[in-house]
């Protein structure tokens, strides 16, 4: 059984995905928590994009236990992407973004699978969203 903890972003049809995606997790896993959904804005690279409005985003992270092999759960992560439209727009516009950010007392599979995520240092409503689940890490 592993500890694992997610972010979820969406910044089309942004309620809707995230909805979807926390039923699908809550549904395929157990004991599901996630902190609140806030709202970020979107990070655009290429400056051309900022003269069009990119929408923002909505975020999430989730707190879940998984018994399944973890490199299967993290194929099942990304298949649920595709199957949902990851993939459908370009950059910046994302249906539905899952990255794993942590395995909880994992630290072969997490050094394994580049773990912990730059993300949590690099979003705040990571690093936030782990802590208000509980989970404070000395990176």
Same mark, same amino acid.
């Given at each position: 059984?592993?500890?694992?903890?997610?972010?979820?972003?969406?910044?089309?049809?942004?309620?809707?995905?995230?909805?979807?995606?926390?039923?699908?997790?809550?549904?395929?896993?157990?004991?599901?928590?996630?902190?609140?959904?806030?709202?970020?804005?979107?990070?655009?690279? /290429?400056?051309? %994009?900022?003269?069009?409005?990119?929408? +923002?985003?909505? #975020?999430?992270?989730?707190? &879940?236990?998984? *018994?399944?092999?973890?490199?299967?759960?993290?194929?099942?992560?990304?298949?649920?992407?595709?199957?949902?439209?990851?993939?459908?727009?370009?950059?910046?516009?994302?249906?539905? /973004?899952?990255? %794993?950010?942590?395995?909880?007392?994992? +630290?072969?599979? #997490?050094?394994?699978?580049? &773990?912990?995520? *730059?993300?949590?240092?690099?979003?705040?409503?990571?690093?936030?969203?782990?802590?208000?689940?509980?989970?404070?890490?000395?990176?």
């Amino acid at each position: 059984m592993f500890i694992v903890y997610l972010s979820l972003g969406s910044n089309v049809d942004a309620d809707n995905q995230l909805n979807q995606a926390l039923h699908w997790l809550s549904y395929s896993y157990d004991a599901i928590k996630h902190s609140k959904i806030v709202k970020t804005t979107a990070r655009v690279k /290429d400056s051309s %994009l900022q003269k069009n409005k990119v929408p +923002d985003y909505m #975020n999430t992270v989730v707190k &879940l236990l998984v *018994s399944e092999d973890i490199h299967l759960f993290v194929k099942q992560l990304k298949a649920y992407e595709i199957e949902k439209g990851r993939y459908k727009y370009n950059k910046p516009l994302c249906l539905i /973004d899952i990255d %794993l950010l942590f395995i909880e007392n994992q +630290d072969i599979l #997490n050094d394994e699978l580049g &773990l912990p995520s *730059s993300d949590i240092e690099e979003y705040a409503f990571v690093k936030n969203g782990l802590k208000s689940l509980g989970l404070e890490l000395g990176l």
